[in-house]
């Protein structure tokens, strides 16, 4: 009996913690209220960097959060709408630029 109580509150514990990340996952997914993600993250209007040489970005400056993301990087996951992300890949060309 002893053992199946510990095996439920195991399962409840593991539920519990998931469903809390979940919803911290879901409130860090929203822009704040009447703010558009557009209007923090410079991404869009750096298209033009896309196919161009990641050494372009030695000679710029950002004014926002910018991440660099090569192949193989690790990146956390939490969502930042003024953060601008890079994406380098293989053969040192700019490949995506996205927010969060």
């Known amino acids: ?16 913690a998931f469903l809390a990340l979940a919803a911290c996952r879901d409130e860090m997914a929203e822009a704040p209220a009447g703010v558009e993600p557009a ?3 410079p991404a869009a209007a750096q298209a033009g ?3 161009q040489p990641a050494s372009v ?3 710029m400056r950002f004014a926002d959060p910018v991440r660099i993301l090569r ?3 690790a990146m956390t996951m939490d969502y930042r709408a003024e ?4 994406y380098i890949d293989a053969d040192e060309k700019i490949e995506k630029l996205t927010c969060g």
């Open 71 to 73: 192949p193989g990087t």
């Open 57 to 59: 970005l030695e000679t």
């Open 39 to 41: 209007q923090m993250c």
């Open 83 to 86: 953060r601008m992300n890079i």
């Open 49 to 51: 960097l896309i196919g």
């Open 1 to 16: 009996m002893r053992g199946s109580l510990l095996k439920s509150a195991a399962i409840c514990g593991g539920l519990t």
